[in-house]
Nanobody, 116 residues
Framework: QVQLVESGGGLVQAGGSLRLSCAAS????????MGWYRQVPGKQRELVAT???????NYEDSVKGRFTIARDNAKNTVYLQMNNLKPEDTGVYHC??????????WGQGTQVTVSS
């Protein structure tokens, strides 16, 4: 079993920055991919950024150049540095761990609110 605990959300003005962290515990496999997804009311959860065990990254188009995903394998932790935040970045950010490309684990989420 895998547990994911997010932290670092909050309220920030447009143009500000936040850093999200997600600590994974339990039966972690070195090949696991990790990522961040955003959910807003009435919409499906959408991908924000992912990072593989080899540190290859993928970003949703609207966050490219503003967000950076990174991981510390020794600490089983993934980070999301969010700069130049916009009101449309508002939502609940969920940490994801994907195993073998098919098994998903999710954290409870952390709220990010960007005021204009």
């Amino acid at each position: 079993q895998v547990q994911l605990v997010e932290s670092g959300g909050g309220l920030v003005q447009a143009g500000g920055s936040l850093r999200l962290s997600c600590a994974a515990s339990g039966s972690i496999v070195s090949s696991d991919s990790m990522g961040w997804y955003r959910q807003v009311p009435g919409k499906q959860r959408e991908l924000v950024a992912t990072i593989t065990s080899g540190r290859s990254t993928n970003y949703e188009d609207s966050v490219k150049g503003r967000f950076t995903i990174a991981r510390d394998n020794a600490k089983n932790t993934v980070y999301l540095q969010m700069n130049n935040l916009k009101p449309e970045d508002t939502g609940v950010y969920h940490c994801n761990l994907r195993r073998w490309g098919i098994q998903d684990y999710w954290g409870q989420g952390t709220q990010v609110t960007v005021s204009s």
